[in-house]
């Protein structure tokens, strides 16, 4: 199974993880826009407001960090701006 995800952080993030837990052999990859696959959103004010200053309290997982723990292919820097499925090659 080969899986595609677009966007990482809460949503995207998570569902790799899921899907790697329920299936060890799939190809699972992420197409991340920003430089970030997993932050803590929620943590921006206290940034913002110089509570936390070291912007890496805010990173949760890098790219490296997340094939170590759960073999997904994390592109970041990767905007996806079009899906062609008909382009879809049957193996
Ligand atoms: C300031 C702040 C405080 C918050 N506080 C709380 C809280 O206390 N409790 C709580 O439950 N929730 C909180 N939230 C909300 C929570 O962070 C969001 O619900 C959560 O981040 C949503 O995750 P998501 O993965 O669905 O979307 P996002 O976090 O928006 O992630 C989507 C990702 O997809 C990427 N993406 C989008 N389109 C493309 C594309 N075409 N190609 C490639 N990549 C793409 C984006 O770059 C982004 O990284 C807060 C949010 C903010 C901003």
């Known amino acids: 199974m080969k899986v595609v995800i677009v966007g990482g952080v809460a949503g995207g993030a998570t569902a790799a ?3 790697r837990r ?3 052999q799939a190809e699972i990859v992420v197409f991340e826009r920003s430089g970030y ?5 929620c943590g921006l004010p206290y940034y913002i407001g110089d509570v936390i200053t070291d912007p890496e309290e ?3 997982q890098t790219p ?3 094939f170590s723990r759960f073999l997904v292919n994390m592109k970041v820097r990767h905007e996806v701006t079009a899906i062609h499925p008909e382009k879809k090659k049957l193996p």
């Open 17 to 19: 993880a899921r899907i």
């Open 22 to 24: 329920l299936n060890e």
């Open 37 to 41: 696959i997993s932050y803590a959103n």
């Open 58 to 60: 805010l990173t949760l």
């Open 64 to 66: 490296e960090s997340f």
